[in-house]
């Protein structure tokens, strides 16, 4: 009789595990997805920028009386300051993380091998941050600079603010072997990603110097800090869970086959990973 009951249960366990390897690929996953930039490119460009910006202001530093000693003095904190730049931008890991509010959907398909399709997309911009970190309790300034302040015995006043925006979509094709509580998937698809920065900056000046200013700002290239990248990827990827509901995570390594670069090299980094919560159906 306990022979006879343990075949059951092995038969009854062997049959769960079959049907959990079997389990139709379709869901919904709500995810973060996590694409990568890399500003190497766009640290080795600051002095470039700050010679530009040096050579439209210095005639009007000349202009305020300042001698060839003073604006050696200013040159020498300027490089000082892209210095301290540089340092701190050293410390940064080589790609950095974007985080971004999205997710997935998947379905099954009646092929060898194969268990699903997939397509992803993120983004988040601006907005969004101000308004999750709003509902976090943190103020954001808006604009995030405007200040009023002595010019050559007048008044002037500097406006700084930025949007920014980064998304991503991605489809791939998945082959997942699934154990009940656990399943892992490897897989293989293509990808858009890109984003886009936009700093703000206005100076409102005596009307002498706002030609100076506008080619200081021209200089900054402040329009170009965008990327954009069409890639391949490889994906590895895990669930735990029963298998209706499940935490969901992957890394994906990235191989750009184009990529459309601004003044400033920005680019997308070779590493994206998706983090969330997969229903499964």
Avoid: C, K
Avoid at 11 to 35: D, E, K, Q, R, S
Avoid at 59 to 81: C, F, M, W, Y
Avoid at 251 to 256: A, D, E, I, K, S
């Amino acid at each position: 009789m306990r022979v006879r009951l343990h075949r059951v249960a092995a038969v009854v366990l062997w049959a769960i595990l079959l049907h959990a390897a079997m389990v139709a690929a379709g869901g919904v996953t709500f995810a973060i997805p996590v694409t990568t930039v890399d500003l190497g490119g766009a640290i080795g460009r600051l002095p470039i920028a700050a010679d530009g910006a040096w050579d439209a202001v210095e005639p009007v530093l000349i202009d305020l009386g300042l001698s060839q000693a003073d604006l050696a003095e200013v040159r020498q904190r300027v490089d000082e300051s892209i210095g301290q730049v540089e340092a701190m931008a050293s410390t940064l890991p080589p790609l950095v993380p974007l985080p971004m509010i999205g997710g997935t959907i998947e379905v099954s398909l009646p092929v060898p091998v194969i268990d699903g399709f997939r397509l992803t997309a993120g983004w988040l911009d601006d907005r969004l941050l101000r308004g999750v970190l709003g509902l976090a309790g943190a103020e954001v300034p808006d604009p995030l600079f405007d200040e009023t302040f002595d010019w050559n015995g007048g008044s002037a006043a500097a406006t700084i603010d930025a949007s920014f925006s980064t998304w991503m979509f991605s489809t791939d094709l998945v082959a997942r072997l699934d154990l009940l509580v656990l399943a892992l998937s490897f897989g293989a698809g293509v990808d858009l990603l890109g984003g886009a920065i936009r700093p703000d900056v206005a100076f409102d000046v005596p009307a002498a110097y706002r030609e100076a200013v506008d080619g200081a700002l021209a200089a900054l290239h402040l329009d170009e800090w965008t990327w954009a990248t069409f890639a391949v990827h490889g994906v590895v990827g895990f669930e735990i869970g029963p298998p209706f509901l499940r935490l969901y995570g992957d890394v994906r390594l990235l191989l750009p086959l184009s990529e459309r670069e601004s003044w400033w090299t920005l680019r997308a980094g070779g590493l994206a990973a998706v983090l969330g919560l997969v229903i499964r159906f």
